[in-house]
């Protein structure tokens, strides 16, 4: 029996519209969705993707992804999670893995990816919007100038500080939980009156904070842009 295919789809930050053609068209192909859910059982990922494909009739492989730094841990975590895929790829099913803006930046689908490559499997990924991105267009800026770079960073990252003296814009990918460090580290290098922070962008709670030092910590899906 011919294997099945693995497909990263890319499903933008929150709003359905911005979902590209080739992302809808692999969703409606395939007959598996593989769905990243929370500790609630709820995946943001396929309720997006549902608000732009009917997902009716498609079998859902929830997967559910540890949310810890140790890497054994997450190393047994995504090998469970390319198991359950590999099934459904050994028995003739493709498979579209739904990922949160694109897939090939912070997503666990990349882990998923490598690991089902190594052992032989077909993959292909759908590139899409970045939560950034999307953030950047919401507030109708500019991320970079023309010699300036773009320097992206997980806020979990140690020695941030370090990082913020680097030249050029500055983008803090899912930086909830780190925002009181953060905010500080912003005063503390007088970066604080050239970031802004969304919350949720593109979706009904979606939240702007102009003044950095009003932004409260209230969503693990924050972006803080910084100005170059």
């Known amino acids: 029996m011919k294997r099945g295919k693995l497909y990263g789809v890319s499903v933008e930050p929150g709003d359905p519209s911005l979902l590209t053609l080739k992302a809808a ?9 593989a769905a990243p859910r929370t500790a609630d059982g709820s995946s943001l990922a396929l309720k997006i993707a549902a608000g732009a494909v009917d997902t009716a009739g498609k079998q859902i492989e929830y997967l559910d992804f540890l ?28 498979v579209a893995m739904l ?7 912070y997503s666990s689908y990349s882990y998923l990816c490598r690991i089902l490559l190594e052992r032989g499997y077909d993959a292909e ?12 267009a919401l507030l109708n800026r500019s ?11 997980p806020a979990s990252m ?13 983008v803090l990918m899912k930086s909830g939980p780190a925002l009181p460090e953060v ?6 290098q007088g970066l604080a009156e050239r970031s802004v922070l969304v919350t949720d962008c593109g979706l009904p709670t979606q939240r ?4 950095i030092d009003e932004a409260i910590n209230e969503s693990y899906f924050s972006t803080i842009l910084i100005a170059p």
Do not use: Y
């Open 183 to 188: 905010k500080r580290l912003l005063r503390e």
């Open 25 to 33: 068209d692999r969703i409606r192909q395939c007959g598996v969705l």
């Open 158 to 170: 140690p020695d941030l500080s370090a990082a913020f003296a680097l030249p050029g814009g500055k």
């Open 67 to 94: 949310m810890t730094r140790d890497p054994d841990k997450l190393a047994k975590s995504h090998g469970e999670a390319a198991e359950r895929i590999a099934a459904h790829l050994d028995a003739g099913r493709d």
């Open 208 to 211: 702007v904070f102009i003044n």
């Open 125 to 136: 990924t759908i590139p899409g919007v970045t939560s950034f991105c999307a953030c950047a």
């Open 143 to 153: 991320l970079t100038d023309m010699d300036a770079p773009l320097v992206i960073l």
């Open 99 to 105: 990922n949160l803006g694109d897939a090939s930046l």
